[in-house]
């Protein structure tokens, strides 16, 4: 995941942040990762990013 989603770019570094930020991150990679279609991880959390349709579908499946 750190070649791709750039980790060490990240500036959180002090008390519980990093620990906190890595498991909302997971979770969110594990929601992309079980959502439909065939498009890779990569797509998937760009297409999240521009559209709320598409993120709101995959927190809440209807």
């Not at 791709?4 to 929601?31: G, Q, W, Y």
């Amino acid at each position: 995941m750190d070649m791709v989603f750039r980790d060490d770019e990240c500036r959180i570094r002090k008390n519980n942040a990093p620990a906190n930020f890595t498991t909302v991150k997971h979770m969110a990679s594990n929601l992309l990762r079980t959502a439909p279609g065939k498009d890779s991880l990569r797509v998937k959390r760009k297409v999240a990013a521009w559209d709320d349709d598409y993120i709101a579908e995959i927190i809440a499946p209807k």
